[in-house]
């Protein structure tokens, strides 16, 4: 999935035209596995995190189950 980063101040950015640029991911089931890259272009410069020479394609997170209890620390 593709999303755009927008500094709108509706897409978790800040307020609307200060240069910061956010996105929001579709929501996904507790327990999936989320992996992203971020790829932005302008006209002085582009970003890729991570970047093209790293070794590692993706970044990732766990999507966090709310439902799940424990004195012990979850790790998901």
Known sequence: VQVSMLD???SGDG?????VYGA???GQLAGTLVRY????????ADMKFP????TVLYTG????DPALTSNL????
Request: charged letters at 30%; zero cysteines; glycine letters at 10%.
């Open 8 to 10: 709108d101040g509706l």
């Open 15 to 19: 307020a609307a035209g200060d240069d």
């Open 24 to 26: 929001q991911i579709p």
């Open 37 to 44: 890259r971020i790829e932005a272009s302008g006209t002085i």
């Open 51 to 54: 970047r093209e020479d790293d």
């Open 61 to 64: 997170t766990a999507v966090i």
């Open 73 to 76: 620390p979850i790790l998901q």
